[in-house]
């Protein structure tokens, strides 16, 4: 059993790592930050913002690739050379971020 949360902790850990790897790759740490506000909103106030909300994933998946603007100021994001798939993979991760 000990073995077994171990092994759970670790592939956690590194699922995370992967996420924000990904978020690096992409480019999204440019303007994002994980506890800072920077050119766009702290990841962390969009894990607040939209937890609990049945559709987060979703909304949020589709935010990253096409963009938008209005929600967070007047800066608008523009959309993200990202596959459905990594959209999904970000927003799950972005929300999974205390």
Known sequence: MKK???LLAVGLASVSFANQQLAQQKGCMACHDLKAKKV?????????????????????????????????GSVPMPPQNVSDA?????????????
Do not use: F
């Open 40 to 72: 766009g909103p702290s990841y962390a106030d969009v894990a607040k913002k939209y937890a609990g909300k049945p559709d987060a994933v979703n909304y949020l998946a589709n935010k990253i690739k096409k963009g938008g603007a209005g929600v967070w």
């Open 86 to 98: 990594e959209a999904k993979q970000l927003a799950q991760w972005i929300l999974s971020i205390k």
């Open 4 to 6: 077994a949360l171990m």
